[in-house]
């Protein structure tokens, strides 16, 4: 089943084009890595997809323009900028959330996903970054939303809030859940997409899965410890570079295969050897040229 379709879609904002006739699906039950960088346009997207910004084009959102009343009852958002409101404790904000749905979850529950069921009575002004990006989360999840939209949805969290969101975002996957993530941490998108969708300059330059992506990127890296000098291995096959930092190896190679036949002979001076594929982050730097 199709949730999101767009076609032709673009968007101005003035006399800068942001958005540049772009088409894209989303299946039930996906996650959508959309990535991209600071001004691509990701927000923008999303915004569009939510009804809250005009488009040029067609959109769909579970089988109706977007912003509809249908769309707000089974659609969650966790958008950049937290709300601070004053007066207000986290338990108020997420049962004034709780009220906008027509089948909303108990918010006492979700302040035990969140972990913040000791922050229940707390003033929304006295948290922290980490923990109001988490009030901001379960104010997504309170309607029980069949649809999810979550930007930057990992910024300000420490290293084990990180790692507690994408659990629970494993756990919505399970549930058949559809999520569109962006994200600067690409090697967390790149663990969780199903597929990814590459915005640069206004388009995209990739739909598809990681594999699809590494496939077009065809580098492998082989890792190893060694006491060789470098330059023994540089005029290898379908070598492109070699790096080496104390006795760690890198070798870059466009055909690993052939590489590592090559390596056979080596073989009892190489140590801890490991074999990997461009990583998501190293692709995405190569296509952007940062």
């Known amino acids: 089943m199709t949730v999101i379709q767009a076609t032709h879609l673009k968007f101005n904002y003035g006399s800068k084009q942001v958005l540049k006739d772009i088409d894209f699906t989303v299946e039930k039950g996906e996650i959508i ?20 910004l005009p488009a040029h084009g067609a959109a769909t959102v579970l089988d109706q323009k977007p912003g509809t ?59 922290s970054g980490g923990q109001l990006r988490r009030v901001t ?9 069949d649809l999810l939209f979550l930007d930057e949805p990992t910024a300000g969290m420490d290293a084990k809030a990180r790692q507690d969101f994408w659990q629970h975002i494993e756990t919505l996957r399970q549930q058949g859940k559809t999520m569109i993530i962006t994200s600067h941490y690409l090697e967390e998108i790149q663990q969780i997409a199903d597929r990814l969708l590459i915005l640069q300059d206004g388009r995209f330059t990739f739909q598809g899965t990681l594999d699809e992506l590494q496939a077009q990127h065809l580098e ?59 990583s998501l982050e190293d692709i995405f730097i190569q296509m952007t040229g940062k």
Do not use: W
Request: with cysteine; aromatic share 2%.
């Open 220 to 278: 492998t890296v082989i890792s190893c410890r060694t006491e060789l000098q470098p330059a023994i291995f540089k005029g290898l096959p379908a070598v492109t570079n070699v790096q080496q930092t104390g006795l760690l190896l890198k070798i870059h190679s466009t055909d690993g295969d052939l590489t590592l036949k090559a390596l056979v002979p080596l073989l009892d001076q190489l140590h801890q050897i490991s074999v990997t594929r461009k």
């Open 33 to 52: 890595g959309l990535i991209g960088e600071n001004g691509a346009g990701k927000s923008t997207l999303l915004n569009i997809l939510l009804g809250l």
């Open 137 to 145: 989360f379960g104010m997504a999840l309170v309607g029980n939303p």
């Open 69 to 127: 009343a249908f769309n707000k009852a089974h659609l969650g958002s966790m958008l950049q900028g937290d709300m601070r409101l004053s007066g207000i404790t986290v338990l108020e904000m997420l049962q004034e959330a709780a009220a906008q749905y027509p089948k909303a979850l108990d918010p006492q529950a979700i302040l035990t996903e969140i972990g913040l069921q000791a922050q229940g009575n707390q003033r929304i002004t006295s948290l």
